[in-house]
T-cell receptor
């Protein structure tokens, strides 16, 4: 296990298209988080899963965004009808319930909407 | 709502000089504070947590509840300390929604 992985690492899409990102957390981690980071900002919380249950969604997560974690393992983040303002780095992190609360981050998926 | 403020986007210091990266927070409850670091072309990683009260790579940070601050300090900067540093706050309790500051870029000049 080499840590949290994300796929793809880079995605360029045209405005109006749908995109889907995948995150594979560290295998024993039952908590999974999605963040968005734009230039010059820190990561902003989007949503959080404990096992397969999505427990909180930020108001940043509009109706065009949906996240799933169907079997409590990997997660997907889908953006429908992309807009230029969606261009950002999308980060995934995982942690272990009952652990030290440390979140382990993936390398991110950089989305560019043209 | 919680908020984390890092007043400096860029901090430049000479090698061997002391470093202090400032962080102030706003939260009505009892927070957990963290410093995360991102070295060039690497992923974001935890540097230290306030509850562990440890020193990592020579860095320390003390939680001051009166001043609502969690400044990161190191007595002698090294070139390899150059990186982006993010202060972060987690609400205590059942899960850890983390709120990050905008980050401070530390540049250590040789």
């Amino acid at each position: 296990d080499t840590g949290v992985s994300q796929d793809p690492r880079h995605k360029i899409t045209k405005r109006g298209q749908n995109v889907t990102f995948r995150c594979d957390p560290i295998s024993e981690h039952n908590r999974l988080y999605w963040y968005r980071q734009t230039l010059g900002q820190g990561p902003e919380f989007l949503t959080y899963f404990q096992n397969e249950a999505q427990l909180e969604k930020s108001r940043l997560l509009s109706d065009r965004f949906s996240a799933e974690r169907p079997k409590g393992s990997f997660s997907t983040l889908e953006i429908q009808r992309t807009e230029q303002g969606d261009s950002a780095m999308y980060l995934c992190a995982s942690s272990f319930l009952g652990g030290t609360y440390e979140q382990y981050f993936g390398p991110g998926t950089r989305l560019t909407v043209t | 709502a919680q908020r984390v403020t890092q007043p400096e986007k860029l901090l430049s210091v000479f090698k061997g000089a002391p470093v202090e990266l400032k962080c102030n927070y706003s939260y009505s409850g009892s927070p957990e504070l963290f410093w995360y670091v991102q070295y060039s072309r690497q992923r974001l990683q935890l540097l230290l947590r306030h509850i562990s009260r440890e020193s990592i790579k020579g860095f320390t940070a003390d939680l001051n509840k009166g001043e609502t601050s969690f400044h990161l300090k190191k007595p002698f900067a090294q070139e390899e300390d150059s990186a982006m540093y993010y202060c972060a706050l987690s609400t205590s309790g059942g899960y850890q929604k983390v709120t990050f500051g905008i980050g401070t870029k530390l540049q250590v000049i040789p």
